[in-house]
Nanobody
C-alpha cells in the first residue's frame, strides 16, 4: 500500500522559509517522478515542482522558480521542498504526489497523493 506523508507546514511571515517533507513507502519509487502541488482556497490545484526519483532533473512552476527547491534523499525515501522568500500568495495546502511518468507536471499524471499540509504566509 503506497503511502505519502507530508510534514513541515505551518505559519510563517512573508520573507520567511519552510521545508516540507514527504515520506514515501509501500513500494519502490525508483522509476517514479515525485511532485509537489498546492491548492489555495477557491482555486484549482496547481503544480509546484517535480523531480524524477532516479535522475537529477528538476521542474518548477514559474511562480516559485528561484525561491523553492525540490530535492530527495534516496536512503530515506523522502522528498523535500525548501521554500524561501515566501509570499502571502504561497498560502495553500501543499500536496506530495507520485507519478509513474518519467516527466510529470500536471496533476492528471499522478496516481498517488498525500493528505496535504497547510502553509500559511502572513503579510
Amino acid at each position: 500500500q503506497v503511502q505519502l506523508v507530508e510534514s513541515g507546514g505551518g505559519v510563517v511571515q512573508a520573507g520567511g522559509s519552510l521545508r516540507l517533507s514527504c515520506a514515501a513507502s509501500g513500494r519502490s519509487f525508483s522509476t517514479f517522478t515525485m511532485g509537489w502541488f498546492r491548492q489555495a482556497p477557491g482555486k484549482e490545484r496547481e503544480f509546484v515542482a517535480a523531480i524524477p526519483w532516479s535522475a537529477g532533473d528538476t521542474y518548477y512552476a514559474d511562480s516559485v522558480k528561484g525561491r523553492f527547491t525540490i530535492s530527495k534523499d534516496n536512503a530515506k525515501n523522502t522528498v523535500y521542498l525548501q521554500m524561501n522568500s515566501l509570499k502571502p500568495e504561497d498560502t495553500a495546502v501543499y500536496y506530495c504526489a507520485a507519478s509513474n511518468w518519467a516527466v510529470a507536471t500536471i496533476s492528471g499524471r499522478y496516481g498517488y497523493w498525500g493528505q496535504g499540509t497547510q502553509v500559511t504566509v502572513s503579510s
